[in-house]
């Protein structure tokens, strides 16, 4: 069984594709189609009227990444390369006055200068430069990263005070990554994946497009004389040596093969045993395959590099091998590529560092569903050779996306003047379109038929070119839903005048045309690439031939028998003198937990503890009734610990004398929900902050400022929506139940309540300022008309249709790792939220995701669970914790802690983190009361009744008031706070955030 990521692929389940639907909200068609011909056909005056008064200029709104992407820049260069030697930028004498401050003599080994530039995020340097003669150069930077973080370097680059092109808007600087000597084992002798060591060592980089669509350096167009670099650092610490202009290099041109590799020598490399990478997340995984080495059918071998993590353009695996005697060798791998159906993954091939010529360039690896054994052929299907001497050497892939970027360069353009044209639609015909009014659209947009068809048909031709990689001589399979997005497209263009009625099939519909087109890209760089072993060969070698029928089918049982005793991590597999601690997240994270308690925690404290994955967190209560529940349960939803604290099921932690101490690290407001009366029955573990999300090129087109409040949300609609684009607000995403999450912060901004002060005087959702914000949440979708209905606001932030919204940790996860092409166009701020009286924002929200329990047993085992519930929580802890996953697994793997000391330490963007930080000061969950599963679905459905089916606010609000008051008189009858006819025996007192933090023993000044 393999070891996958949470939720399966995170590209292929949670993008949508590398939509590069830039589109700005434009209010005319930057240019229909390129191979639309003028319509010379005269045009009645009001015609051209009315066309008028539909546009605007094009250069306000349109995209200007499609317009100054590096292909389209290039195009335009007319100097040749420059053919000279190389021009070197030295920091000490080029950098100007207010960036002096920066050099150091701490060159940690730089042997090129005595001085380099240290420097770090928000910094900014100018550097002064000059250009022997006219040319193309290439830039070439030296660079140290000294830190900690798994994060690249990343910075902005300007010449002469303007970006040469888009991508220079964001560069990466990688840095090298080795495994450690030892291999790691887990206590039941499964060996785990290492944690890669950051090599803190001077590298050298040519500018590069950080998405790595292009694989070769990117030239830069320059005049004779005086010039100027200006570097602005986003993410890193790090020293930054000389920068050299260089004429561009080319790979030397295969002639054919013709050298014959004699003799009997071959060498086997293991994939998963690499030398070195450029990125942490590159690790080895078990795979139960009978074709790969080694196999082991009981214990966890690591025998193959992990697909999953050796899949973006741009990863670079390095291996390093010794040749005995020198002389020609073939090159064969056993790997397996089984994500683009019937098409390759391309990869670089070099050796020592360099491709030894273009046969060894974006070489294809063809598709497979199971492991092949390959030698390195040319086009004409003869083995490729290569010479190597005697000694050590190295031999690299670099998964390249370079012979289709032209393809998904065009879907991006297409996607952009689709969107382009479904906001001129729009525009034209209005939001609403009324299916009894006749309106002609191609009367107010010319050769509208004409654009629609030459879209399809590009389209088309683009799937055709790709013929010639694809296995197939018909189709491109992985091309599928680019034909379903030409069909359509021709389907509109058919009945043009109909599209108004049908404008969500362009851009904003789960089966819209730039959906398919979006999923095209996200199919064209699924790049996962398997490789198990790496044969470096001689003619008269035998390559090792895979297990025969029977030997495979015996192994195969083999591993069936052995999986019924392999009980690694299971609540069956447990000794009942150690602490039981069940984890509800996959076997990455428990194995990396079990390590930490098996070297830091047992040593440190002497108690042991059994992990093991929590077979179903909803039936925590069942297992506490059976007594089969554990000692602490950690990884658990946030309502869960109420339920189980109310019915006397776990420990109150407040009572233990170091339990202020240990919540140091985490803001009041994460620890409503596990409060019950004047005592805390949980502890916080991971948050799902909400922070506000804007495209930054949107807004500054627009010249929008950033809201602040929710007026000023609701002052920057008109702007939006005259041009089709919209506001997204999180109630609209929650389509089965509009939660707390969604529908109570402009509650609470406004100083409504949704309880009165003891549960049984009910709710106090129909108190006059509760519904006067619960008003101004529904005239959000009622009176200022953004969308009830969201189905994926990271798609449509992505499309730039809705270039702003608030929303959750998820959708961050998603931007940051599966839309590089965004990676400068987006930023994150705090939530809008609501203006005091005395001029304060307030920006309460919930943020409650995951926490961790102690069960009551007797008091020696619930010390000792305290004792690890205190370290599991610990600042340090939860800080190694999520560097170490991270590190291990890739950025995917972010894990948001609630301990904001810890999260500080965590590597995520430094701005990013700032926003995150604040946020937890904001939060203010919902405390619990017997009855509030139901508040919380009553207002939801209050909330439908009248933003979606336009029922009376005060009349629906009263109604849902009647239905809950009885609810919390039923429960707290059932848990012995009412009696049967209703009187109060005891008063549940409802936790507030005060008297939380007098619980945490927080006081404002700590605030």
Not at 74 to 80: G, L, M, N, Q, V
Request: with cysteine; aromatic share 10%; net charge negative.
């Amino acid at each position: 069984m393999r070891h996958r990521k949470i939720g399966g692929k995170f590209k292929k389940t949670v993008a949508v594709g590398l939509v590069v639907s830039m589109a700005l909200g434009s209010a005319t068609l930057r240019s229909f189609a390129k191979d639309v011909t003028e319509d010379t056909s005269t045009t009645s005056e009001s015609d051209s009227s009315d066309k008028k008064k539909s546009s605007v200029t094009s250069e306000e709104y349109s995209s200007e990444r499609i317009a100054t992407i590096y292909s389209n820049i290039s195009k335009d260069y007319t100097a040749s390369d420059y053919t000279g030697e190389p021009v070197t930028v030295s920091e000490e004498n080029s950098v100007t006055a207010g960036g002096k401050k920066y050099l150091t003599t701490k060159v940690k080994g730089y042997e090129k200068s005595d001085k380099v530039l240290d420097l770090s995020s928000s910094k900014k340097v100018t550097l002064n430069f000059v250009v022997p003669e006219d040319g193309l150069y290439y830039m070439n930077f030296d660079y140290l990263s000294y830190d900690d973080s798994i994060l690249p370097v990343s910075m902005k680059m300007k010449v002469d005070g303007k970006y040469p092109f888009y991508e220079c808007r964001s560069l990466e600087f990688e840095t090298t990554w080795k495994l450690s000597e030892e291999k790691a084992y887990d206590r039941y002798d499964n060996e785990t994946v290492t944690i890669p060591n950051k090599q803190i060592q001077w590298e050298s980089k040519y500018l590069m497009d950080s998405s790595y669509r292009h694989s070769d350096p990117l030239k830069v167009q320059l005049t004779k004389g005086k010039h100027s670099i200006e570097l602005s650092v986003d993410e890193g610490n790090f020293l930054l040596g000389n920068i050299s202009l260089e004429a561009p290099a080319s790979v030397e041109e295969y002639k054919g093969s013709s050298d014959k590799a004699d003799g009997d020598e071959l060498i086997t490399i293991q994939g998963e045993d690499y030398t070195s990478t450029n990125s942490s997340s590159i690790h080895g995984v078990a795979e139960y395959d009978t074709s790969v080495d080694p196999y082991q059918a009981k214990d966890t071998v690591l025998n193959t590099l992990d697909s999953d993590s050796f899949n973006t353009a741009g990863q670079t695996v390095s291996y390093e091998f010794e040749v005995k005697v020198a002389g020609n060798y073939k090159i064969a791998a056993n790997y397996r590529q089984s994500e683009k159906t019937d098409f390759p993954v391309f990869c670089d091939v070099a050796i020592d560092g360099k491709v030894p010529n273009t046969a060894f360039k974006d070489y294809s690896m063809a598709y497979s569903t199971k492991y092949k054994t390959a030698t390195m052929q040319d086009s004409k299907g003869e083995d490729l050779s290569v010479y190597l001497k005697e000694g050590k050497h190295t031999i690299s892939y670099t998964i390249s996306m370079n012979p289709i970027s032209y393809i998904m360069e065009e879907i991006d353009e297409v996607m952009s003047d689709v969107n382009d044209l479904a906001l001129e639609i729009t525009k034209v015909a209005g939001t609403n379109a009324d299916k009894y009014r006749d309106l002609k659209l191609s009367k107010y947009i010319p050769n509208l038929e004409k654009t629609l068809y030459s879209y399809s048909d590009r389209l088309k031709k683009l799937e055709k070119s790709a013929v010639k990689w694809s296995d197939s001589d018909k189709n491109v399979a992985v091309m599928s839903s680019l034909l379903i997005a030409a069909k359509q497209l021709k389907s509109l263009a058919d009945s043009p005048d109909s599209i108004p009625y049908r404008i969500a099939e362009l851009s904003t519909s789960s089966n819209s045309v730039n959906h398919y087109l979006a999923t095209t890209i996200d199919n064209l760089i699924a790049n996962d690439l398997a490789i198990d072993r790496i044969y470096i060969y001689q003619d008269g070698a035998k390559l090792p031939s895979k297990p025969g029928f029977f030997k495979s089918c015996a192994m195969s049982v083999s591993r069936f028998v052995a999986s019924f005793t392999d009980q690694a991590y299971s609540t069956k597999n447990t000794n009942e003198d150690h602490i039981q601690v069940w984890v509800n997240r996959s076997s990455q994270y428990v194995q990396i937990m079990q390590k930490m308690i098996d070297e830091k925690f047992t040593p440190q404290t002497g108690i042991n503890v059994d992990i093991s994955i929590m077979p179903d967190q909803y039936k925590l209560v069942l297992s506490n009734s059976s007594g089969n529940a554990p000692d602490v349960a950690t990884g658990i939803n946030y309502t869960i610990p109420y339920e189980l604290g109310i019915r006397g099921a776990l420990v109150n932690m407040a009572q233990y004398d170091d339990f202020k101490e240990s919540t140091d690290g985490y803001e009041p407001g994460f620890f409503m929900t596990g409060s019950i009366n004047d005592g805390i029955y949980s502890m916080p573990e991971t948050m799902n902050f909400w922070v506000l999300f804007y495209r930054s090129d949107v807004l500054e087109k627009l010249n929008l400022e950033v809201p602040q409040t929710m007026d000023d949300v609701i002052a920057m609609l008109p702007k939006l929506q005259m041009r089709g684009l919209n506001f997204y607000y999180p109630t609209a995403g929650m389509t089965l139940m509009r939660n707390f999450h969604g529908t109570t912060p402009l509650i609470v901004q406004n100083d409504g309540s949704l309880y009165a002060k003891t549960a049984a005087d009910g709710t106090a959702l129909g108190n006059e300022k509760s519904v006067n914000g619960f008003t101004k949440l529904t005239d959000l979708f009622t009176v200022y008309n953004m969308p009830v209905n969201v189905d994926n606001f990271y798609q449509h932030f992505r499309n730039g249709d809705m270039p702003i919204g608030i929303a959750d940790y998820a959708t961050f996860n998603m931007l940051t790792n599966a839309a590089p092409e965004l990676s400068s166009s987006w930023k994150v701020a705090l939530i809008p939220g609501t203006k005091k009286l005395d001029g304060t924002i307030d920006r309460s929200v919930c943020g409650c995701a995951e926490s961790s329990v102690i069960f009551k047993s007797n008091t020696e085992r619930q010390k000792k669970a305290w004792e690890f519930v205190k370290w599991w929580s610990s600042t340090e802890t939860q800080a190694e914790f999520g560097q170490t996953i991270q590190i291990t697994y890739g950025d995917e793997y972010i894990w948001p802690t609630a301990n904001t000391k810890a999260f500080a330490q965590l590597p995520i963007n430094s701005e990013t983190k700032k926003v995150v930080e604040q946020t937890a000061k904001n939060v203010k969950d919902v405390a619990r009361v017997p009855g509030t599963y139901l508040l919380e679905r009553e207002i939801s459905n209050t909330f439908n009744d009248i933003a979606v089916n336009g029922d009376n606010e005060q009349t629906r609000i009263d109604k849902a008031v009647k239905t809950v008051n009885h609810e919390f008189e039923r429960k707290l009858e059932e848990f012995g706070y009412n009696d049967s006819d209703g009187k109060v025996i005891k008063d549940y007192n409802i936790p507030t955030y005060e008297s939380v933090k007098k619980l945490l023993g927080r006081t404002d000044d700590d605030e």
